[in-house]
């Protein structure tokens, strides 16, 4: 009750900007919210008002809010031209290429809708939808890589959402807002970096165990087997880690997760406090949504070898290097402009959190998914992958361990990932040799048969 009567003594005040900052420490957004909200602008509905009110003004209301509330609605004609360059077939590289671009405004828009449909369920729900869709992208990709039987450029897209995260989104932002605030000490609170450095770690544990077990073994066709055995039973692990992670985030620790704003900001955050769209139609367009984002995937993973022939780009850089980039460009500018506005909080919770659902949700649920395929996936990413991810996670472990950030430290970041990009550049692996368990199983069964 004196929660209410202070609410209702704000509004007859005309103080609306204190009420929102309080309705918005109890909603509690998330780094991620937040992120995307940088990308966002006011739609101008004076046009649509003039409507009389039914179900037209709706959609049109609805249309508009979906559409144009987003500083990337210049490339959703990309999503058209893809369908049509894919139906006339004028070029498979054309279709990748308006296929991948057509994929960057989609995948801000599904925030934007978990944001919207989590003031209706409450941000206990809201959480768990934006941790389940957070990377949409990459987990749709995958799985029809997976139903084609591509297991390498599964495992190629989502070392290389790692590796973006980690060292180019998180490089630049520390670099981009040490340069930004040069004159004073940019801080964060380590604690929430702790406990994703010790999740990835944890990953990185369970990559590196198939590794190592195939060169102790004395053959690639001896360890196959219980290489995968092995990767399976480390998936059912992470999964659990993951869902701990959720728990903790969600609700025993959830004060280190949320993001502070302040009311610097202005007026559009506060806009954003009210939902621009209501519950079913929010689902609905989630729904659709997602069902685009499958069917440019499909072309993405279709294609993605005619246009690594085209432009004479090895395989692995384009899933490693362009794939993510192109993919979350929208999270990840929104990473760097909180990063000028020294909110490295935002920034960490962005980037530390993409890495970490990706390397504890994302893998393992893919290599459960092709057990149940009936694929062989195992976490071998295979050495020089191995090493780049193991490489990349410790620089940032290293680099977040004071709790304090400058310049230097992003631009060493960016320094690696460019040494990395660079490695893929120049190798060339066909997609086919990418998966050592099959080659093994195929090993092992023709000495079998040759017995």
């Known amino acids: 009750m004196a929660s209410q009567d202070h609410q209702a003594w704000l509004l007859e005040q005309g103080n609306i900007k204190a009420l929102s900052r309080e309705h918005r420490h109890g909603h509690g957004r998330t780094a991620h919210n937040m992120s995307s909200s940088s990308l966002r602008k006011k739609s101008d509905l004076r046009i649509v008002s003039k409507i009389q009110p039914g179900v037209v003004k709706s959609v049109l209301t609805n249309f508009q809010e979906v559409f144009l509330g987003t500083k990337l609605s210049v490339l959703f004609p990309a999503v058209i031209l893809a369908i049509i360059a894919q139906v006339y077939n004028f070029g498979r590289p054309w279709v990748f290429a308006l296929s991948l671009l057509g994929l960057t405004p989609l995948a801000e828009r599904v925030s934007f809708l978990t944001e919207q449909i989590a003031y209706f369920t409450g941000p206990t729900v809201g959480g768990l939808l934006n941790a389940t869709c957070g990377n949409a992208t990459e987990l749709i990709i995958a799985i029809f890589a997976l139903n084609q039987n591509k297991v390498a450029l599964v495992k190629y897209s989502l070392l290389g959402s790692i590796l973006s995260n ?23 609170d380590r604690r929430q970096a702790d406990v994703n450095s010790m999740l990835l770690l944890l990953g990185l544990l369970c990559h590196m165990l198939p590794l190592m077990f195939r060169y102790a073994a004395a053959s690639t066709a001896l360890s196959a087997v219980p290489t995968l055995n092995l990767s399976r039973a480390s998936s059912f692990v992470m999964l659990i880690a993951y869902t701990g992670y959720i728990v903790f985030q969600l609700f025993t620790h959830r004060q280190l997760f949320e993001a502070e704003e302040d009311s610097e900001d202005g007026d559009d955050v506060s806009s954003e406090e009210t939902a621009a769209i209501g519950l079913w139609s929010g689902i609905a367009w989630l729904v659709g949504m997602t069902a685009v984002i499958a069917l440019l995937s499909e072309y993405v993973v279709g294609t993605i070898e005619a246009a690594s022939e085209s432009w004479g780009i090895s395989v692995s850089f384009i899933s490693i290097i362009l794939l993510p980039i192109v993919g979350n460009a929208a999270e990840h500018a929104g990473a760097i402009i909180f990063a000028f506005k020294n909110k490295l909080d935002i920034t960490l919770g962005v980037a530390l959190g993409s890495a970490t659902q990706i390397s504890m949700f994302a893998v393992p649920f893919c290599v459960i998914m092709a057990w149940i395929m009936g694929i062989e996936m195992d976490l071998n990413f295979n050495l020089l992958e191995t090493g780049s991810l193991a490489v990349a996670i410790i620089v940032t472990a290293f680099s977040l361990q004071d709790g304090t950030s400058h310049y230097m430290k992003g631009l060493v970041m960016l320094l690696c990932y460019i040494v990395i990009g660079a490695c893929f550049w120049v190798t060339n692996i066909p997609l086919k040799q990418g998966n050592v368990v099959n080659l093994g199983l195929q090993s092992s069964t023709g000495a079998v048969l040759g017995a």
Do not use: D, P
Request: aromatic share 8%; charged share 15%.
């Open 166 to 188: 980690l060292l180019l989104v998180l490089g630049s932002s520390l670099f981009c807002g040490g340069i930004a605030n040069i004159r004073q000490e940019q801080k964060y």
